[in-house]
């Protein structure tokens, strides 16, 4: 069971946490022209890189709040986390 | 019956308390402090059970949580339990044992037939002989194999017993009190660490309980209780003994199970039998110690033969001898200790020794105590059935290919050793990359990819001194990453006796004509032969060979297997071991029982139960209850011997004709406040939003990103910038995070607060012609008419003092009002609502008549939003805005969603007008045709119309729509039924919508 630091609490085991995918996803404007290839990029492709990955986390069971961590998908190690106006 | 097996002064047993055991059904005793394996062995029985797949006889092997023949069942009944492992059961009073894997008894199995014809079962040989014919695996294989090759038996009844879950946060958690863990412990401590010291075996010390030592001028066992008691006089120190640390997972949570009843001879049943701990530990100190290995000979499983240090441990802690005539047959000096403790208790063994010569000071103690000794002698075979009566002891020739000469020796016992395997096992969980140590011939830890270190012997020092030196330094080293204060002890001197290198050679060749069989593997039945065939099959990667051979695969995990298991296919293969490589360590370490991994999460606690403020009501008026996810809810309130069909058309009925009230306090509801409300539900619901006014309510669909719909429900527009949405019960948790998301992630620039209120609010649905009537009394104050609360409209009222909330929304397609109280007078609202409408005849009815309702109006729900369908489908494609962009519009014109033939929402009636059509059925236009029939849609819901009075489903339906009218067959081939069915319009009642707007 992995150790985040929410940004708001401080450290508490994952089973407070729900896991949200990748951070980096920036979704398209609503309203904005945006074609299939880009739609689809949006909804359904996602990379799944071996090493540092930029994920969102929700504290569900806490203080509700999504955030953002940079873990190691191979060794579970967590570099940083940050709340979600912050740089990562 | 005197122990003439038990010695007079030595050990750390109590002689004061006799406990008397059943083992097999004969009555036997030993003393407070032993183990089941120690009281067997001091009563002279060694035959303990059967192998696994031969049901070969099997004795003890080992003394602690390596031992992998000696599994017991334990007890009977509820509490009886399968696989212990005799070496670490205490003895209690009454204590009930048997053995496994045998019948009609241990000493006489059936099953033993198997070892007659060993040559037919040969590694792989289940894969290779019950594949053919497919369905016999099933049905004859399967089961007879599991009979004839089992462990234990699995209780059939609940666990009687407790089982608690511990949280626990420490500095430095240390794994084993040996000398290294203590060490580190004690370092740790002074220098102000939290820390948690956890010992698996009763006793603390390891070695040091066995071991000829001094450490600062004292006895090891002297020193050990020292430290134990000023670690357990610091309040910064947990420490622990019976707890086995059997998991390293990530981020350095580590999980121990401490058994806490067993062994407590009054306990109350309120005792928890086992503690499991999450430990968070900021850095861990593996101070597991190691396991001897066992050398391979002929017949090396015979009861009888053990592991040296097994022999010293039965002697040294429990006063037992484990034989009057013992050979010890070693490739290493450790074994001499064992030799020597024989010798001083007055009996004479014999040491067999691969080596040439050892000029250590063991040896030489040995020497010197007239011990006869047989180097470059190796034992070739055993021989006795039940137990070992003799061996041929071989002499090496020069390349150790064969033997010079053989002899044969009458023994009662052999206590062997291949020299001493570091216990990784946690280390290498942790993410700890091993490497191989030429010098003891064994893997190691290297590189921690967690905060984890490994001393001691599990890290290969096998020596004392360095065992104390490395506890000291890093128990200070970690602790001072901490704590910071710099409080650093002196290691105290040390003496021991030095032990020579090892040779090694372990794995003894057949003599001439001679095919013995060799154990690699004791608790799985792996023999040498098996392990060679694979490699001669092809099998190269050591995961393969495992897997094909199952060596290092049963509860021991090969503790004392794997090791030889890799030594061997190196030599077959002419590779060098760290090149064969090593399997994957995975948790858990030891055996761990199941009830105390589910702890007390068990029956009603397994998970919460919610329930309405309006419980007791329902379960006093006979209600039959149903989950719907963690709630539960009135299904329908049973009169004298109706059934759940009579229930909900009675239920149904009354709406349908007077009125009827539902608790729908399960619903999902969510408070949503600021001034950027109406813009965010305009995002988040397909339809518009910006112009609701205050006092009305709308329903609304929310997609997913991908387009297809995720909930539904209506939102109320209680003030400008204030909003009170309803989801449905299933969805209400995903739909607050899909929200909270939005805001957060997506949207941070609005400015919207939103709150689950589920639990805040207590609501009842008031349904039915009678239901204004109804109003009108509960609410006399205010105007209910059809022109002041219309439908969707709201209204804020006082229910004879209480603060209510009045929706006229409506589920079952009647004239309907949803009324909303603060939880507390939810109880209160209830009993008015019943009261005064009893001149009403109202009946309060539930989810099945709420269904019944719902499902003839064609109103959607879960059955229908199954994640699967768009709206669309559901013919809800008049709420989607065409002047607006919202969550999910841009995936509608993807090639699937805008395809004409999509299936469609529908109404199924059966021709028969009396068949209920079972909710799942397929939809076919043959009902005889082959296999596979095409399906053209499924039934999602079914229900008796109390309208009509025949049964009615609704469907999802292969262009559903321009079937109306065509006949079908809905087909349940898990129900065993075919019904012809015609296709009708989903709104069966009331297609205009009337009644709600009455
Ligand atoms: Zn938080």
């Known amino acids: 069971m992995l150790e985040i630091k929410c940004p708001y609490c401080g450290k508490r085991s994952q089973n407070e946490f729900s896991y949200g995918g990748d951070a980096s996803v920036k979704r398209p404007q609503l309203g904005k022209e945006t074609s299939d290839k880009e739609w689809n990029d949006f909804v359904y492709f996602r990379n799944n890189p071996r090493g540092k990955h930029s994920e969102l986390w929700h504290h569900v069971a806490g203080c509700r709040q999504w955030f953002k961590v940079l873990r190691n998908t191979a060794t579970h190690e967590i570099f940083k986390t940050s709340k979600i106006s912050e740089e990562l | 019956m005197p122990q003439n097996l038990r010695l007079d002064k030595v050990g750390y047993i109590n002689r004061d308390k006799k406990i008397s055991f059943k083992f097999n059904g004969k009555k036997y005793f030993g003393y407070e402090g032993d183990t089941l394996a120690s009281a067997l062995l001091a009563n002279g029985i060694h035959l303990i059970g059967r192998s696994f797949k031969y049901h070969r006889p099997r004795g003890f092997t080992g003394a602690g949580v390596d031992e992998p023949n000696a599994h017991v069942q334990l007890y009977s009944g509820a509490k009886t339990e399968p696989n212990v492992i005799a070496t670490t059961v205490e003895l209690v009073e009454g204590l009930v044992a048997t053995s496994q894997n045998c019948w009609p008894s241990v000493s006489f199995d059936f099953g033993a037939i198997n070892n007659l014809l060993n040559k037919f079962f040969p590694a792989g040989f289940y894969y290779k002989t ?8 099933y049905k004859i294989y399967e089961p007879i194999i599991r009979k004839a090759a089992g462990l234990g038996v699995a209780p059939l009844k609940p666990d009687p017993d407790r089982y608690e879950h511990k949280f626990e946060y420490c500095d430095v958690l240390i794994v084993g009190s040996g000398p290294s863990g203590l060490a580190g412990a004690l370092a740790a401590a002074k220098n102000g660490a939290r820390v948690i010291l956890a010992e698996d075996k009763p006793r603390f010390g390891g070695s040091l309980l066995t071991d000829e030592v001094t450490i600062g001028n004292k006895k090891g066992k002297d020193w050990v209780d020292e430290t134990i008691s ?17 998991g ?84 290493n000096d450790s074994a001499y200790d064992t030799a020597i403790e024989f010798k001083k208790n007055g009996i004479d063994p014999l040491v067999v020794d691969i080596r040439t010569n050892s000029e250590s000071s063991v040896v030489q103690e040995a020497k010197n105590l007239n011990i006869n000794i047989k180097f470059s002698h190796g034992i070739v075979n055993s021989k006795g059935y039940l137990r070992v009566n003799s061996a041929t002891v071989g002499k090496l020739n020069d390349d150790r290919s064969g033997y010079e000469s053989l002899e044969n020796i009458s023994c009662d016992c052999i206590c062997v050793s291949g020299n001493w395997t570091p216990t990784v096992h946690l280390s290498s969980q942790s993410g700890n990359k091993l490497k ?25 020092s096998f020596t004392l001194k360095k065992s104390l030196e490395d506890g000291f330094s890093k128990g200070y080293e970690l602790s001072n990453k901490i704590t910071a204060k710099n409080i650093k002890g002196t290691t105290p001197t040390s003496n021991e006796r030095n032990y020579a290198q090892h040779d090694k050679f372990w794995c003894m060749p057949l003599p001439k004509n001679k095919y013995y069989k060799r154990c690699v593997d004791f608790q799985n039945d792996v023999y040498v032969s098996d392990i060679e065939l694979a490699v001669r099959e092809g099998f190269r990667s050591i995961e393969h060979v495992k897997r094909y051979t199952t060596l290092g695969m049963a509860t021991d995990q090969g503790k004392t297997s794997n090791l030889n298991g890799l030594q061997l296919v190196s030599n077959i293969e002419n590779k060098i071991v760290p090149e064969v490589g090593h399997t994957t360590f995975r948790p858990p370490y030891t055996p761990v029982t199941i009830g105390a991994i589910v702890g007390r999460e068990v029956g009603k606690h ?12 329902h379960e006093q008026n006979n209600a039959v209850f149903v989950d719907a996810g963690l709630w539960v809810r009135p299904r329908y309130y049973k009169q004298e011997n109706e059934t759940l069909l009579e229930a909900a058309k009675r239920e149904a009925t009354n709406v349908r004709k007077n009125v009827g009230v539902c608790d729908v306090t399960s619903l999902g509801k969510i408070d949503i406040k600021g001034p950027d409300c109406a813009e965010f539900l305009n995002r988040i619901y397909t339809n518009a939003w910006m112009k609701l006014p205050v006092g009305k309510a709308r329903y609304g669909v929310m997609l997913r990103e991908d387009g297809i719909v995720f909930d539904d429900g209506t939102t109320t527009r209680i003030s400008e910038n204030h909003f009170h949405m309803t989801t449905t019960t299933a969805q209400a948790v995903n739909v607050l995070a899909h929200l909270e998301y939005y805001l957060q992630v997506v949207w941070p620039e609005l400015s919207v ?33 059809n022109e002041a609360i219309p439908f969707m409209g709201y209204k804020e009222a006082n229910l004879f003092g209480v603060p209510a909330r009045i929706f006229r929304i409506s589920f079952s397609g009647e004239l309907a009002y949803e009324i909303n109280v603060e939880s507390g007078y939810g109880i209160f609202m209830w009993e008015k609502i019943i009261e005064l409408g009893k001149e009403m005849n109202i009946e309060p009815y539930g989810t099945e008549a709420l269904s019944t309702l719902r499902i003839e109006m064609g109103h959607v729900a879960g059955s229908e939003i199954d994640g699967r369908v768009i709206s669309s489908d559901l013919s809800l494609e008049g709420m989607l805005s065409k002047k607006k962009d919202f969550i999910g519009k841009r995936s509608l014109n993807r090639e699937a969603f805008i395809n004409p033939n999509r299936e469609k929402i529908v109404g199924v009636v059966p021709l028969d007008k009396k068949s209920m059509i079972p909710e799942g059925s397929h939809l076919v236009s043959d009902n005889k045709a082959s296999l596979p029939n095409p399906k053209l849609g499924h039934i999602s819901a079914s229900c008796w119309s109390v309208e009509y009075n025949n049964p009615f489903s609704l469907a999802i339906l292969k262009d559903g729509k321009n079937k109306i009218g065509e006949k079908l067959y809905a087909v349940s081939p898990l129900k065993n039924k075919s019904i012809e069915v015609e296709i009708v319009s989903s709104h069966y009642v009331d297609p205009k919508g009337e009644r709600v707007r009455s």
């Open chain 2, 753 to 785: 607060n939103v709150l689950s209120t589920t639990e805040q609010w207590a609501g009842a649905a008031l349904a039915g012609p009678n239901s204004r009537n109804l109003l009108n009394k509960l609410f006399p104050e205010i105007d209910v008419s």
């Open chain 2, 248 to 331: 390293y997972y990530d981020h350095n949570m580590m999980v121990m199970s401490e058994r806490t009843k067993d062994h407590v001879e009054n306990s109350t049943e309120f005792t928890p039998r086992q503690k499991l701990w999450y430990i968070r530990a900021k850095e861990v100190i593996v101070s597991t110690g190691s396991i001897e290995r066992p050398l391979v000979f002929g017949n090396n499983d015979r009861p009888g033969i053990m592991l040296a240090s097994a022999a010293k441990e039965y002697m040294k802690v429990y006063g037992v001898l484990v034989g009057k005539k013992p050979i010890i047959f070693t490739n």
């Open chain 2, 130 to 137: 019950f594949m053919w014919p497919k369905n016999f695996w």
């Open chain 2, 436 to 460: 191989f140590d030429e010098k003891i011939n064994a893997f190691i830890p290297s590189k921690s990819r967690q905060n984890e270190s490994t001393i001691g012997s599990a890290n290969g």
């Open chain 2, 606 to 617: 397994y998970r919460p139960t919610r329930k309405s403020p309006m419980h007791e009501w």
């Open chain 2, 230 to 246: 000023q670690l357990k006089s610091m309040p910064n120190v947990i420490v622990k003994n019976r707890s086995q640390v059997f």
